[in-house]
């Protein structure tokens, strides 16, 4: 029970960490994830939060302040 309640604990400390990360560390992050399962070319754009209109949002990123946005390619 104690190693899930530190579990918990760690994993809470370090979501933050996360989220400091650079829009461009992050977008190469994600884009090797989906180039490995397959998708050919990935397009992501880091965008303001109040300026995410079409695509899937993949991660957020500059302390929270932009989104990373997933656009299909044609």
Known sequence: MK???LA???ALVAMPV?????????KAEIEA???KKG???PTLEAVA??????????????????KLVYTRGK
């Open 8 to 10: 918990m604990v760690l």
């Open 49 to 66: 939060n109040a300026d995410v209109k079409d695509g899937k949002v993949v991660g957020s990123c500059d302390g929270g302040t932009k």
């Open 3 to 5: 190693k899930i309640v």
């Open 18 to 26: 996360a989220a400091r990360k650079t829009c461009d560390d992050l």
């Open 33 to 35: 994830k989906m180039t």
């Open 39 to 41: 998708v050919k070319n």
